[in-house]
């Protein structure tokens, strides 16, 4: 593997572990922390329902838990949010516009040309294709011919 490759995977690897396990952690106790010894503990009659900083941490957990837990599922299910980063991940995914490396490329994509091929063979031969299913039937096989040879096809950020 490229050494410039092995750098950008380890960046990845790096933002992934940093950004999803140790800031969550970091910031849920620095979070819990800083409301009690700046909030609750100053507040008499928040002292009396919180009268120690464990049962604020397991009270916060009961609460806080499930809460990011509907908020995760309102982000996934209602919200336009979402969409938008599946958008982006898609346009900036060069595989959603080329073959892929591995069975889809060796597999898949032959397959698809060779059906391609026998089904406007047999469609031909039984004068069932009109000149606008031949064109279109082309045109496929232009596309499948260009994602063969390593090109994209439809729209990429280079459009």
Do not use: C
Request: proline letters at 4%; zero cysteines.
């Amino acid at each position: 593997m490229k050494m410039h490759r092995m750098l950008f995977r380890a960046w990845y690897y790096f933002r992934i572990g940093y950004g999803t396990y140790l800031t969550f952690l970091v910031g849920f106790l620095t979070t819990i922390v800083t409301v009690y010894y700046l909030a609750i503990n100053n507040i008499s009659f928040l002292k009396v329902i919180f009268p120690s900083f464990f049962l604020f941490g397991i009270i916060a957990l009961v609460v806080w838990v499930p809460l990011a837990i509907f908020m995760g599922l309102f982000h996934f299910k209602r919200s336009q949010a979402f969409v938008s980063e599946a958008d982006i991940g898609v346009e900036a995914n060069p595989w959603y516009y080329k073959y892929p490396p591995g069975y889809t490329r060796e597999v898949w994509g032959p397959l698809f040309a060779e059906l391609l091929k026998y089904s406007a063979r047999s469609l031909e031969a039984n004068n069932l294709l009109s000149d606008e299913d031949k064109a279109r039937l082309r045109t496929l096989e232009e596309k499948l011919k260009v994602l063969d040879q390593g090109g994209t096809i439809g729209w990429t950020k280079n459009d």
